[in-house]
């Protein structure tokens, strides 16, 4: 069973910075277009910045010079280096997957990880 773990999260000071890290497993294939979304209290889930297999990319407007979305797909690992953070990017994030591919063939649909914490403080 495939599964994606995220860490990295915690707590900083406005204007830090924070690197996510998720780590896809279950004897892996290949995996298309992964995805870093957030959620903060009391809003919807959105998307922060995607990456397609071949390394394509794209960012939320509010992300955009600030977070650097890159994977390792060798390690099948994703990542978010988070720069000049501010306190409404406080929220869990999440990675995503949309199509995850195992050494058997088979494919695994809309992955989620359980999400990790970043609090940035004023």
């Known amino acids: 069973q495939v599964q994606l773990v995220e860490s990295g999260g915690g707590l900083v000071q406005a204007g830090g910075s924070l690197r996510l890290s998720c780590a896809a497993s279950?004897?892996?294939?290949?995996?298309?277009?992964m995805g870093w979304y957030r959620q903060s209290s009391g809003k919807q889930r959105e998307l922060v910045a995607a990456?397609?297999?071949?390394?394509?990319?794209n960012y939320a407007d509010s992300v955009k010079g600030r977070f650097t979305i890159s994977r390792d797909n060798a390690k099948n690992t994703l990542y978010l280096q988070m720069n000049s953070l501010k306190p409404e990017d406080t929220a869990v994030y999440y990675c995503?997957?949309?199509?995850?591919?195992?050494?058997?063939?088979?494919?695994?649909?809309?992955?989620w990880g359980q999400g990790t914490l970043v609090t940035v403080s004023s």
């Open positions: 279950g004897s892996i294939f290949r995996i298309n277009t």
């Open positions: 995503n997957a949309d199509d995850i591919t195992t050494l058997l063939g088979r494919r695994s649909l809309d992955v």
């Open positions: 990456i397609s297999n071949g390394g394509s990319t």
